[in-house]
């Protein structure tokens, strides 16, 4: 039963890099990205609000910190990811954000004085290989010879915003509840988008675009964090971690069955080598799972 907690969330994040997509041609990314955690706002206000403005004066010390957690997860990486849907594919979006886990190693070297490991190197050499694979759709003299999509070179730099934010939740260690840690960043959140949304195209309300918004700020920025919360305090960090590295093959399904693709060899082997490179690095036992403490995505 407590399995179908992580199982939950993957499959709402694994929508969710659908949702960037379709977005991608009907809402500015600079809209969604506002609205997103608006809707988030609103429905977390009532359970939230009074208790955070209670503890405000424990709160204070940290508000820099979780201002800048906010840039980086909610803000940088949300945001990089709807750009990304104009001129990637829904399942790049996946397996790119897929090395979250990868890059939170290699992160945690210098912020939290991990050793490297030899399943580190492995993993992310791996992972890497099958990356290129991906990008480069087969053809690597192509991907040198042309450079990267704008799309995935946001993407990355999305991720690398997104991990970097996973390991400075483990290093600084606020001694704050998790929702009213998520909810304060909401707050920061939409300040630090509003120029962005100022400066986004107009949105227009329909039975196309409510769904997506709906979808992105209930379900993918409220149901997914408490399902991974439950997930993790019924299971463990560690066992409720190991689902995360289902979802770029839950992406690849939802993306033939809901948008069409189709999926070439270069997609499988990318996909199978990114995830073996992520479980790979994960063995070593001086090394906890980077999307263990996750509050969003």
């Not at 304060?184 to 997506?212: D, N, R």
């Amino acid at each position: 039963m407590y399995y179908l907690f992580p199982i939950i969330t993957v499959f709402i994040w694994a929508g969710n890099a659908i949702i960037n997509k379709m977005a991608s041609t009907v809402i500015d990314p600079g809209a969604i990205s506002f609205y997103r955690w608006l809707i988030a706002f609103i429905v977390l206000t009532p359970f939230l609000a009074l208790s955070t403005w209670k503890h405000r004066k424990y709160l204070l010390p940290y508000l820099s910190k979780l201002a800048f957690l906010s840039l980086l997860g909610m803000v940088l990486n949300q945001s990089l990811g709807y750009y990304a849907g104009l001129s990637t594919t829904a399942l790049n979006l996946s397996l790119i954000t897929s090395l979250v886990p990868l890059m939170g190693l290699f992160l945690s070297i210098p912020l939290l004085k991990q050793k490297l490991t030899v399943y580190a190197v492995l993993g992310a050499s791996v992972s890497f290989a099958g990356l290129i694979i991906m990008l480069a759709h087969g053809d690597i003299q192509a991907l040198f010879a042309h450079g990267m999509n704008r799309g995935d070179v946001l993407l990355l730099l999305g991720t690398l915003a997104y991990a970097l934010y996973v390991v400075l939740i483990k290093r600084w260690r606020m001694p704050i509840s998790n929702w009213q840690s998520v909810y304060v960043q909401v707050c920061f959140a939409l300040v630090l988008l509003l120029p962005l949304f100022i400066l986004s195209k107009p949105t227009q309300f329909s039975s196309q675009t409510v769904p997506l918004i709906l979808y992105a700020g209930l379900l993918a920025s409220v149901i997914a964090p408490w399902c991974w919360m439950m997930g993790i305090e019924h299971l463990g960090a560690d066992r409720a971690a190991i689902f995360m590295n289902l979802m770029p093959a839950v992406t690849a399904v939802f993306a033939s069955w809901l948008l069409g693709a189709s999926l070439s060899w270069f997609d499988y082997t990318g996909m199978a080598m990114i995830i073996s490179g992520v479980i790979l690095a994960q063995r070593s036992r001086g090394t906890k799972p980077m999307m263990a403490k996750v509050p969003q995505k």
